[in-house]
């Protein structure tokens, strides 16, 4: 008895799709490149990978966890990004003036500008470097007239968000200043005010008195970390580590107390502050020594008790971590990514008398793992005037039709910005907030 193979039916359309969506959705997030490549290989690839429910079965299935895409540098706009991968952003839309990045969180990057004929027109730019566009912040009235040391902060205004997409939603930023009164001693202070994007407003700003200070009252080089609906600030009185804390929830500034001594005596060597996000209320001040390499970790954890206290110091010798093997090598902490234990660090060494330094290279540290390795940067860290700060930017990039048309055309292979959001974006610019208000801008900004 002959046995006939059974007729071969083709897959049907749609578990062809299902096979492919199976495969794009497996694409790692840390390399961008490859979601362009396959957007070019046909049109259906394309029109996939660009639709909203894959992007967001794509970011549920790599558990809503944004890659780092590379750094903002806190120096003047010539070249502030650098890339730890393909990804490059785009350029501020219609902002031409002399600008720094000052802070990046949530998908955006805060930029503090001025006029290049008048620096005393100052104001802030809320920028999504995926699609270049921006949003022009007035500074508050009484910023203007008095500037002694200030730090800022971008954030997401929505409570409860996941912080995976919502660069085109309602955001605050704040703006806190420490007040001197006499340069060299004497009486010193806080305030915070806060930016709404809902209401195009700066809120009321809240105080808090620091007392006397004998000589010295300012921020260190890095300083900022939100963590447990609070923005908390590192601040340096007569050389001792300080932190003021920012309920966004009530906004009450109030000074954390340290209970113990970190002498803070170089304005670039500055501590940091670190707070894991699955360690409940426990919160880490990170300090290493220039020339030694060796890292102090203090941690501030709450007791049965619900008493917090600090504890005594750990200290990580950086060099078993990392590959900085000469004589000279110096270390220093130029930023961290919030919510983890994790911190970066660039080692230099002096090149000639004159005391010019080279880069070694930059190192992500994890502190709790005690694992390290060498970041693979789109160039090194300036060390003109000093070490800069370093801003990672986290989000998930997925390309757009209409780019990868052009890309089609053109050959070009950097990933870009997305289609939805260059339509749906946080207002674009907005220079008539920037001739408002008299509750809370200055005319002459």
Not at 81 to 96: A, E, G, M, V
Not at 171 to 189: C, S
Not at 205 to 221: A, N, T
């Amino acid at each position: 008895m002959l046995h006939t193979m059974p007729p071969h039916h083709a897959p049907e359309l749609k578990d062809v799709e299902e096979l492919v969506e199976a495969i794009l959705i497996r694409l790692p997030p840390d390399e961008p490149e490859s979601l362009v490549r396959a957007s070019l290989v046909c049109k259906p690839w394309c029109r996939l990978l660009s639709d909203h429910g894959f992007r967001s079965r794509y970011r549920a299935f790599h558990k809503n966890t944004a890659p780092m895409l590379g750094f903002f540098e806190s120096r003047f706009r010539d070249a502030p990004f650098i890339s730890t991968t393909k990804f490059r952003p785009r350029d501020p839309i219609h902002c031409y003036d002399h600008s720094r990045v000052v802070d990046c969180r949530h998908g955006r990057a805060l930029l503090s500008c001025y006029l290049y004929k008048d620096k005393r027109k100052r104001y802030l730019v809320v920028w999504d470097p995926m699609t270049g566009n921006v949003r022009k912040l007035p500074l508050p009235r009484a910023h203007c007239a008095q500037i002694d040391w200030t730090a800022y902060a971008v954030l997401c205004a929505v409570d409860g968000c996941n912080h995976v997409s919502c660069h085109l939603g309602p955001f605050f930023v704040v703006l806190f200043t420490l007040l001197v009164q006499h340069e060299g001693g004497g009486g010193g202070g806080a305030t915070a005010t806060v930016y709404s994007s809902e209401t195009s407003t700066w809120s009321s700003p809240s105080y808090l008195d620091l007392g006397f200070f004998e000589d010295e009252l300012y921020l260190p080089r890095i300083t900022t970390l939100l963590t447990g609906g609070a923005l908390h600030f590192l601040f340096v009185r007569d050389a001792l580590a300080g932190i003021v804390k920012y309920d966004l929830g009530t906004s009450c500034l109030s000074e954390v107390v340290l209970q113990l001594e970190i002498v803070v005596d170089d304005y670039n060597r500055s501590p940091i502050l670190i707070a894991p996000e699955e360690d409940d209320g426990r919160q880490g001040i990170a300090y290493p020594d220039e020339y030694s390499l060796d890292l102090s970790l203090w941690w501030r954890e709450v007791g049965p008790d619900l008493v917090a206290a600090w504890t005594q110091p750990t200290v990580i010798n950086l060099k078993n971590h990392l590959r900085a093997d000469r004589p000279k090598a110096l270390g220093w902490v130029v930023g961290s990514i919030e919510g983890t234990a994790t911190i970066f660090v660039t080692t230099t060494t002096t090149i000639n008398w004159k005391g010019d330094k080279a880069n070694l290279g930059t190192y992500k540290v994890d502190l709790k793992l005690l694992s390290s390795g060498k970041l693979n940067l789109s160039r090194e860290l300036s060390l003109f005037l000093g070490v800069n700060t370093l801003f990672p930017y986290f989000r998930f990039y997925t390309p757009p039709v209409a780019q990868i048309e052009k890309f089609g055309d053109s050959g070009e292979s950097e990933t870009g910005s997305s289609d939805e959001e260059m339509e749906d974006s946080e207002g674009g610019t907005s220079d008539e907030e920037m001739e408002e208000s008299e509750d809370g801008s200055s005319d002459d900004q």
